[in-house]
């Protein structure tokens, strides 16, 4: 599995934004999909993920304003991002659940390039 993220921009404070994560070969629907984040200077954290029957589990600091989701028919996995504050200014990564606890980077393989998001105050 390859996999592309795409969608981010800059935005202001209280905006929306969504960011795509397409994903190429044929085993994409079998798959949990995680979002990671990394701000400059700062490790990079987990956002969230969704797992092949679209079950869904996020960090503390974006639950209730971002939702994963996913359409295994265009192997495609979306993060909509609401009411976006500063501190959600980072490079986004999504990438395949291989094992292990899913908020850890390294639970994870086959990373995407991240795609920039900058929210202004």
């Given at each position: 599995?390859?996999?592309?993220?795409?969608?981010?921009?800059?935005?202001?404070?209280?905006?929306?934004?969504?960011?795509?994560?397409?994903?190429?070969?044929?085993?994409?629907?079998?798959?949990s999909i995680g979002w990671f984040r990394q701000a400059p200077g700062k490790e990079r954290e987990f956002v969230g993920y969704i797992t092949w029957s679209g079950n869904?589990?996020?960090?503390?600091?974006?639950?209730?304003?971002?939702?994963?989701?996913?359409?295994?028919?265009?192997?495609?996995?979306?993060?909509?991002?609401?009411?976006?504050?500063?501190?959600?200014?980072?490079?986004?990564?999504?990438?395949?659940?291989?094992?292990?606890?899913?908020?850890?980077?390294?639970?994870?393989?086959?990373?995407?390039?991240?795609?920039?998001?900058?929210?202004?105050?």
């Amino acid at each position: 599995v390859q996999l592309q993220a795409s969608g981010g921009g800059l935005v202001e404070t209280g905006d929306s934004l969504r960011l795509s994560c397409a994903a190429s070969g044929r085993t994409f629907s079998s798959v949990s999909i995680g979002w990671f984040r990394q701000a400059p200077g700062k490790e990079r954290e987990f956002v969230g993920y969704i797992t092949w029957s679209g079950n869904t589990y996020y960090a503390d600091s974006v639950k209730d304003r971002f939702t994963i989701s996913r359409n295994n028919a265009k192997k495609t996995v979306y993060v909509q991002m609401n009411s976006l504050k500063p501190e959600d200014t980072a490079v986004y990564y999504c990438a395949v659940l291989s094992a292990g606890a899913v908020t850890a980077t390294s639970s994870y393989t086959y990373w995407g390039q991240g795609t920039l998001v900058t929210v202004s105050s």
